[in-house]
């Protein structure tokens, strides 16, 4: 048996190995997740957006993820130059990226949500702005109205349009965004402040994403991946109410049960500025751990890593059970390539990448307290 000096880097590296998610598979366990660079065309993923994801699969990403936040509605108008998955001609252009994607060696998947009360009711078609309960969001300011149940019965069923859309454009798969947006809104008791069906206890207040959740996977069936990025606790600061963990935790159990394959996790809300910076912080933010997350035998965690330098995830792979990534950062899509053996030192600071540790992303469904 060689020693370990022997055994190529490559080898040892888990950041390198391939991961195989449901029948994908992809080539590494690094991830450029989902953030908006607002460089589509009238909605649409055209050649610059194209191009920006194609460069990084050619610098060697195992999977990136488009559509910060792509829309599945008229009255989820773009509020920072969201991709609108309600058009159907948004397909072709979705294949040409998916297949130019594929070519260079990732696999692509899009983010889709439905942005509630985080946009403007001024601006679109200026529709009103929905969401569970009628209370403003301090960024963006909309005045939202409390979905009634027509409302909501038509956003299913553009969720569902939504993902059929992604699948038929090549993708291999989406993820489902709930914080700061409509789905979540009905989760938390920080913003679904509701007496009817919809509110009020956990399994009400879970009703509506679950619902959107098997919409969408009874329109793709069974095979097409779908993942959700949520709040695993939205830490209101001075004992507000809101999202807690153990809440979360069972809403990501049932999540799963209804048909989610992944979990993109954060910690923490976007409702402010201020705490957007804590979620989603700069670059050259230190890492930090959220306690409490570890797998049992079921879950699919998809977990930030440290994204300032592969050659740091490496040294940080077996430490923390879960950590945030530094805001996206889009300047340096190549620093993967500059992972692989002898290239280590070549890595610059940055880089919109999660690392997809061993022990970290592994197949199943549930979660536990550590």
């Known amino acids: 048996m060689p020693s370990p000096a022997a055994v190529p880097s490559r080898v040892l590296d888990p950041l390198l190995q391939p991961f195989r998610l449901k029948h994908l598979t992809l080539r590494n366990r690094v991830v450029s997740t989902s953030h908006e660079p607002a460089f589509g065309e009238d909605g649409l993923p055209k050649d610059r957006y194209r191009a920006y994801h194609v460069e990084k699969a050619r610098g060697g990403v195992g999977l990136t993820m488009i559509g910060g936040s792509a829309v ?11 991709l609108l998955l309600y058009r159907d001609d948004i397909v072709p252009w979705l294949r040409r990226l998916a297949d130019d994607v594929h070519e260079a060696g990732a696999a692509v998947m899009c983010q889709v949500t439905h942005l509630g009360r985080r946009t403007s009711n001024f601006t679109g078609d200026w529709l009103p702005v929905v969401s569970a309960s009628a209370l403003r969001e301090p ?14 019965d038509r956003i299913v069923a553009d969720y569902a349009a939504a993902a059929v859309r992604c699948r038929e454009g090549g993708l291999d798969g989406i993820e489902l965004e709930a914080y700061g947006h409509l789905l979540d809104s009905f989760l938390s008791p920080a913003t679904n402040h509701r007496d009817d069906e919809w509110g009020g206890s956990l399994e009400k207040r879970m009703a509506f994403p679950r619902r959107v959740i098997r919409a969408v996977r009874e329109a793709v069936g069974p095979d097409f991946v779908v993942g959700i990025r949520m709040s695993l606790d939205e830490a209101h600061p001075g004992g507000l109410p809101g999202l807690a963990f153990e809440e979360a935790l069972t809403a990501a159990e049932q999540y799963t049960a209804d048909g989610i394959d ?3 996790v ?4 976007i409702e402010s500025d201020a705490s957007l910076a804590k979620a989603i912080p700069s670059i050259g933010t230190p890492p930090r751990a959220v306690p409490g997350l570890h797998r049992r035998d079921k879950t ?3 977990r930030p ?3 300032r330098g592969p050659h740091r995830r490496r040294r940080h792979r077996a ?8 805001r996206p950062g889009r300047h340096d ?7 692989a053996p002898g290239r280590q030192g070549d890595g610059r600071p940055g880089g919109p990448h999660q690392a997809l540790r061993r022990g970290e992303l592994l197949p199943g469904r549930d979660l536990r307290l550590g």
């Open 72 to 82: 599945v509605s008229p009255d989820s108008p773009p509020a920072f130059g969201n």
């Open 139 to 152: 960024a963006h300011r909309a005045f939202p109205k409390a979905a009634e149940s027509w409302d909501l």
């Open 262 to 264: 992944f979990l993109s």
């Open 266 to 269: 954060i910690h923490g809300s």
């Open 300 to 302: 699919t965690p998809l």
């Open 305 to 307: 890593g440290d994204a």
């Open 319 to 326: 430490a923390r059970p879960a950590r945030r990534t530094a």
């Open 333 to 339: 899509p190549r620093a993967d390539r500059r992972s």
